[in-house]
């Protein structure tokens, strides 16, 4: 079983609202604001909506005043329904754009910890040159003290010596 009312239009629901609003008016008095008013009309007698009575004269039947009430309630469902959708894809973007501020933030701080490892790495190997320059710095002194203090010693074996002799 179809949907009920599904071969009426926009256009069928809203003449269906008109009469509605200003009932036992006649077919003809539609034909300026809708040139397909006949088919219209002929759609809403055929599913009940209206009836033309005597006089040729339009009402809106209870089954009419339902369907626009359906009508409504549909629409409004359809709208609830893409605000909800657009709700929905507005949280997506935010979370995208979070994920993507979070992977930047991520990119950067391994960018700054690479230029930091290297920094590191620099001033490891600057230490070990110091450390050498140090050592061999080291070196050259541990031997001019060594001369030093045997040229003392001689220095003073020669005063000793000089003193004896006189």
């Known amino acids: 079983m179809g949907k009920p009312f599904e071969e009426l239009t926009e256009a069928g629901f809203g003449l269906l609202e008109k009469i509605?609003?200003?009932?036992?008016t006649l077919p003809s008095d539609f034909w300026f604001d809708e040139p397909t008013v006949d088919g219209q009309l002929e759609l809403l007698q055929k599913a009940n909506l209206v009836v033309l009575d005597d006089k040729n004269q339009l009402s809106i039947t209870e089954l009419g005043?339902?369907?626009?009430?359906?009508?409504?309630y549909i629409k409004e469902q359809d709208a609830l329904t893409r605000k909800q959708h657009a709700e929905e894809l507005e949280a997506f973007k935010s979370i995208a754009n979070g994920a993507q501020k979070q992977a930047?933030?991520?990119?950067?701080?391994?960018?700054?910890?690479?230029e930091q490892a290297k920094s590191a790495a620099e001033l490891v190997k600057?230490?070990?040159?110091?450390?050498?320059?140090?050592?061999?710095?080291?070196?050259?002194?541990?031997k001019y003290s060594r001369i030093s203090t045997a040229l003392s010693i001689?220095?003073?074996i020669i005063s000793i010596i000089a003193i004896r002799m006189q």
Do not use: G
């Open 154 to 156: 001689i220095a003073i």
């Open 65 to 72: 005043r339902a369907a626009l009430k359906h009508h409504d």
């Open 104 to 114: 930047e933030f991520s990119e950067q701080s391994a960018k700054t910890a690479a």
């Open 20 to 24: 509605l609003e200003c009932p036992n």
């Open 126 to 142: 600057s230490a070990a040159e110091l450390a050498k320059t140090a050592a061999d710095s080291s070196k050259t002194s541990t």
